[in-house]
């Protein structure tokens, strides 16, 4: 009996997987990953004639290196609807990190379009043969790109081609100049309005100021409304060295290019050695932490934390200034009607807006794969991407329905800007500005149809309607209409300047010059060296911080930057300048 | 102290043996700590789950914070969750019959020390555990023997695991061998005294590797990641998966949302984890309870005597 | 005596060629399943050959260039690798020191007369398992953080002013993680520990029992060298793993204050694996731990045939 029962079960087991395979095996075709929501791939058509408004939809895969995006969750979003009627295909994202993309690469079976760091893998899609050139189709089918970012185009044929030549990588979020209004602020010294009012909006110029005001509020405030102990500072340690490269910015208006390890001022082109020089942005935070916790304002567990931890104290309101607007958690959210909440305050010397990206957002540059069956049509996709209507309707939606003409002007739909400030689900079935990666020309490009930033998001009057009840208090209190406004007004009086005040004065072929010459890419060998300096950083700056007096902090500085100059620093700094220095001559800077 | 052969063989009755009661005492309250230690992280994240995302981020301790299950209802309401179940469910049962069948038939071959190469064959068997040839060889093979977008890969690569059989072959090596040859002097087969007494008698360390591998069935998602696409053949653990990736991805923010430090939002990917933590492990610990009734002895000894 | 023997029942050989030609069909039988192991296991085995080239994923083999026993010498040259090492061989060594508390586990939870009892420990005891090493840590912040619970709670019954960072402590680290591990494994690997103890031939018991033997003793004579031979074989299981000490469990619990220490082979590959994106280099690692695993595996075998009187392969 027993063993009847148990031949039985195998037997049954063996047909029933039989049954399950021979149901759900289709050849095995389909390769990269889908989400489940989307179970219809579509109908193929006929090859590549305009499509446009024809019934048959092609469906593009596209390779993204993200995880967790959302384009498939909504495949009617409105957006959606428009690609297919003006370019007559439907685009559906395969994610892949970077395990499961070296997989593909090693299997050759990459989707429709990638997109992926041209530079990083342009050897390994070119050399493999992996992608196609898109010179010959950009004559019938891309106008628009050549039309609107020749120069990226010469850029990247002439580095981003393996020395080919030929054109395989373009970028997204192209914006060759800065843009004319000011968005809210987002990064520099964050700190919770209601409190810095108290005290009298003191002026913040240097970081030792910084640490005054932490100090006087914490005094003012020492724990929450739920009892809840107050920090001046804290940080979180899963992103590297940020908490000591980016909110020293402010006040250093020094800036790293291609590697964290060499630094300059903005728009400079002298690095000096962020570990081994005392003037970098790490020492000054290294300086400034370490005061913090001699002073008791530095969260003991900043040394532990991670950004989800970090974020939970904000949102419990514990952190008095923090180094950005996303990272106070959900604070703001909860306190839009009593006015209290994070901003991001003037201070230091730069104000953190103007960048231009003349070469888009170089580490999520799309090609068109050689396995695909429409490259003409992805071709035509992204021309859709880098034409200024194209553009528009991936940030703002449909003409009509989002946004109307008013005496010429394009302006958005009181509607449309109050889905936008709800957010959530409503806001993102619409498909506005739903992937800012597949927007080929950057929101503050000025389109010269009419005038206007192609993201109508960032027109004035736009910002002026967004603004939150903080903000609005912000503006007034400075005497501005609009939070942004605060900082153009300064940087016009000179107090302050931005990302692109270096650019001040020069032609528009001069600041292109200037902003299209390449990084140092690093070689393999140097690209180890930084990962091991960063680690070796990473621990000293623990011990540097949790120095008790001033004259451990300088014992154990210069313990760390005799360990760094042994790791490797100083020769590091030394090739980067050759490497720039020679690189700026090729391209007739120096 | 007593002569075994003269004394009755019944249980005497003793007057309470204290050393008994001091045994039993150190052992239900060592017993007892060990349950709070691993029970209140569970509890935790029940609560968590539970609680309201936003006011979670402020400290969870012994009560929810807050109420909400949000986190369920978006977790629940995905699309294709309930064909992933029904997918990981299938993979899990018929994976576990397939890896336990496998692996106890080939540890029962070889304890027979009458076949020749046995310790050839059950070396090359074991040392396997050891190997990891890296992502790319291993998808290529499979890709090549045709198991990409096949529910057969969710079953083939996992049957015979060297683990396993070291676990079967130890337990089966000390059975009594009496049992074996009673059963050959009968004229059994080696298929036959398999069936019907050593996987028998096997019951407890059969128990332990189906619980092994339907846990490990249960909770793989990365051949679905790499090798399978369509959407019907999505598991459990890869839409959660992806799930608490959109819900962590700070891009995903819209920039308005990000330029005004109004994160917006109503779910955090901490209540997300919890949540989905809850979802996956409350079957598994539902059914656990229902197979320990498997780790009793098996039917056996008095076969022997008798 | 007779308890001592009367755990020892082994298969013994059979005696002549009687079952010769069912040696044969034995044979037979079993090469299916070796076929499996080698489809599965053997046939990726040709990556290795990633490990001698300056592999890139896409390019093809062919065109790559053939680099030889270079991986292995960056390897060996690496002034990391012997703190990473120390790391790997203190945390598995320290892990394998507690691998009798998952007997011990198991002996308690077999003693429990309670049915009822004995199944809610055996279930809570695996929770842990199923649980996440992210939200392990989350779980280890709430309680051990300066604000967490645990602090709280030393502060409350003033046994401490300042607030004892578990996480961040550089000396401890070894021991928290292990503990943690503990926390997290001893439930489940007690499983087959039970099972060894659930299929104890209650004859041996009764015959104790009628000795007059108390509890502890039963146990120390029946039970223990009963599940004698599982622990010694998972025993010199873990000792061939020495090299893969975790890696999940370590990535969380990374800090600026602990890397030092916390960083083992796996994390730290998987770290330059990220900074410079050398696929060959992490292959030839893999190929390294492969190799040794399996020479530490035959070696305990043969230190097991050699004391013991058998191995276990």
Request: net charge neutral; glycine share 8%.
């Amino acid at each position: 009996m027993r063993k009847k029962t148990v031949k039985l079960a195998v037997v049954m087991t063996m047909i029933a997987a039989l049954l399950i395979t021979a149901c759900s095996n289709n050849g095995g075709g389909n390769t990269g990953q889908g989400n489940p929501g989307t179970n219809n791939p579509g109908q193929t058509a006929e090859g590549g004639d305009g499509g446009k408004g024809s019934q048959e939809l092609v469906t593009l895969r596209l390779l993204v290196m993200e995880t967790g995006t959302k384009w498939n969750n909504y495949p009617d979003s409105e957006v959606a609807k428009a690609i297919a009627e003006k370019v007559g295909v439907k685009i559906e994202y395969v994610e892949a990190d970077e395990n499961k993309f070296n997989v593909l690469l090693a299997g050759g079976d990459l989707p429709d379009i990638v997109r992926a760091d041209g530079n990083k893998y342009q050897k390994q899609l070119i050399e493999g043969d992996l992608i196609i050139p898109m010179d010959d189709m950009l004559a019938e089918h891309g106008k628009d790109i050549t039309a609107n970012i020749g120069t990226v185009v010469e850029f990247s044929k002439k580095n981003w081609s393996n020395g080919t030549g030929n054109l395989y990588f373009l970028p997204p979020q192209v914006q060759p100049k800065p843009g004319e209004t000011v968005k809210p602020i987002t990064i520099g010294p964050t700190i919770r309005w209601d409190w810095y009012k108290e005290i009298g909006t003191p002026e913040i110029n240097t970081m030792d100021d910084l640490l005054d005001v932490a100090e006087q509020i914490v005094k003012n405030h020492p724990t929450t409304e739920d009892g809840k102990k107050v920090y001046g500072f804290s940080m979180w340690q899963d992103w590297g060295l940020w908490a000591y490269q980016i909110p020293p910015v402010t006040f250093t208006a020094l800036t790293s290019s291609t590697s964290d390890m060499a630094q300059t001022e903005v728009g400079g082109s002298e690095f000096i050695s962020t570990l081994t020089n005392d003037k970098s942005n790490f020492w000054t935070a290294m300086d400034f932490y370490n005061k913090a916790y001699r002073r008791g304002l530095l969260d003991p567990d900043s040394l532990t934390m991670k950004n989800n931890d970090y974020m939970a104290k904000a949102t419990a309101g514990q952190i008095v200034v923090g180094p950005a607007t996303w990272a106070m958690g959900d604070f703001n959210a909860q306190h839009t009607s009593d006015g209290k909440g994070y901003i991001v305050v003037p201070a230091g010397k730069l104000a953190w807006y103007g960048g231009v990206q003349p070469l888009g957002w170089s580490d999520k540059t799309y090609s068109i794969s050689k396995s695909s069956k429409h490259p003409e049509k992805a071709m035509e996709f992204l021309n859709f991407l880098f034409s200024y209507e194209g553009s528009r309707i991936m940030y703002n939606g449909v003409e009509g329905k989002h946004w109307n003409k008013v005496d010429g002007k394009p302006v958005l739909t009181d509607e449309t800007l109050q889905l936008k400030s709800t957010g959530g689900i409503p806001f993102e079935s619409t498909g506005l500005s739903l992937d800012r990666n597949l927007i080929g020309l950057g929101g503050d490009v000025i389109d010269p149809n009419d005038g206007q930033p192609v993201d109508l998001f960032g027109a004035p009057e736009a910002l002026v309607k967004a603004a939150t009840p903080l903000e609005k208090d912000f503006a007034e209190h400075y005497g501005a209409t609009y939070s942004g406004e605060v900082f153009k007004k300064l940087v016009d009086e000179g107090k302050l300047i931005h990302w692109a005040s270096w650019m001040d004065g020069m032609s528009d072929d001069e600041i292109l010059k200037r902003n299209t010459v390449p990084g140092v890419t690093l070689t393999e060998e140097w690209k180890k060296t930084e990962g091991l300096l960063v680690e070796l950083a990473t621990r000293e700056a623990a011990k540097v911080i949790h120095s008790k007096t001033e004259e451990e902090f300088e014992k154990n500085k210069a313990a760390a930057i005799k360990a760094f100059s042994e790791g490797g620093a100083d020769a590091f700094t030394e090739y980067y300048n050759q490497e720039n220095k020679r690189i700026r001559m090729e391209h007739g800077l120096e | 102290m007593s002569n075994p052969a003269s004394a009755p063989p019944v249980r005497r009755r003793r007057a309470t043996d204290w050393k008994d009661v001091a045994f039993n005492a150190c052992n239900y309250f060592f017993l007892t700590v060990l349950i709070i230690v691993t029970i209140y992280p569970f509890y935790y994240i029940l609560i968590y789950s539970i609680s309201d995302p936003i006011e979670a981020q402020k400290g969870v301790y012994l009560w929810p914070a807050g109420f909400s299950l949000e986190a369920y209802k978006t977790t629940i309401g995905l699309p294709g969750i309930r064909d992933a179940a029904i997918v990981s469910l299938g993979r899990t049962v018929i994976g576990t019959v397939i890896t336990v069948f496998c692996c106890s038939f080939f540890a029962y071959l070889i304890t027979k020390h009458e076949m020749p190469f046995r310790s050839t064959i059950y070396r090359f068997v074991l040392v396997t555990m050891y190997f990891n040839a890296g992502f790319i060889p291993w998808y290529l093979t499979m890709k090549a023997y045709g198991l990409q977008n096949s529910f057969m890969l969710y079953l083939l690569p996992s049957a015979l695991v060297g683990f396993n059989v070291i676990l079967i072959k130890t337990f089966i090596e000390q059975l009594p061998a009496s049992l074996e040859e009673s059963a050959k002097i009968d004229g059994a087969g080696y298929v036959r005294i398999f069936t019907s007494i050593v996987f028998p008698l096997s019951m407890p360390i059969i128990a332990t590797i189906a619980v092994f591998a339907a846990v490990g069935q249960w909770n793989t998602w990365f051949d679905n990641y790499f090798l399978v696409s369509d959407p019907k053949l999505q598991t459990l653990q890869l839409v959660l998966y992806n799930l608490l990736n959109q819900t962590s991805n700070l891009s995903n923010l819209t920039s308005e949302q990000l330029t005004r430090g109004d994160l917006v939002r109503t779910m955090t990917p901490q209540s997300i984890r919890m949540t989905i933590t809850m979802i996956v492990t409350l079957p598994i610990v539902l059914v656990y309870p229902l197979l320990q009734r498997y780790f009793v002895k098996g039917i056996m000894l008095g076969a022997v005597k008798g | 005596m007779e308890l001592a023997h009367a755990a020892k029942k082994q298969h013994q050989p059979p005696k002549s060629g009687l079952f010769r030609k069912d040696g044969i069909k034995l044979l037979l039988m079993a090469l299916p399943f070796a076929a499996v192991a080698f489809a599965f296991s053997y046939v990726p085995l040709f990556g290795w050959i990633y490990a001698f080239f300056d592999y890139k994923p896409g390019i093809p083999l062919s065109q790559t260039p053939f680099i030889g026993l270079e991986n292995f010498r960056l390897m060996f040259d690496d002034p990391r690798m012997g703190p990473v090492l120390i790391n790997t061989l203190a945390l598995s060594l320290l892990s394998i020191a507690t691998a009798p508390i998952p007997v011990l586990f198991a002996v308690m939870v077999s003693e429990v007369r309670s049915g009822w009892f004995k199944r809610l420990v055996q279930t809570t005891s695996t929770l842990p398992h199923y649980i996440s090493w992210v939200i392990v840590y989350s779980l280890a912040f709430s309680m051990f953080s300066t604000e967490g619970a645990i602090n709280a709670i030393l502060y409350k019954l003033g046994i401490s002013d300042m607030p004892v960072n578990v996480l961040g402590n550089y000396d401890r680290v070894w021991t928290v993680q292990t503990l943690l591990l503990l926390w997290k494994s001893v439930g489940w690997s007690a499983i087959i520990y039970l099972a060894a103890i659930v299929s104890i031939d209650s004859e041996q018991y009764d015959a104790a029992k009628v000795d007059g033997a108390g509890r502890l003793r039963i146990i120390w004579h029946i039970t223990i060298p009963n599940i004698m031979p599982t622990f010694i074989v998972l025993l010199l299981l873990s000792i061939s793993n020495l090299l893969s000490a975790g890696f999940e469990q370590y990535l969380v619990f990374t800090n600026a204050i602990v890397a030092d220490r916390i960083e083992v082979l796996d994390l730290y590959v998987y770290r330059l694996g990220l900074i410079t994106g050398d696929y060959s280099y992490s292959t030839a690692v893999g190929i390294f731990k492969s190799v040794i695993s399996i020479v530490l595996l035959f070696s305990v075998n043969f230190l097991s045939k050699k004391f013991r009187g058998q191995g276990i392969v």
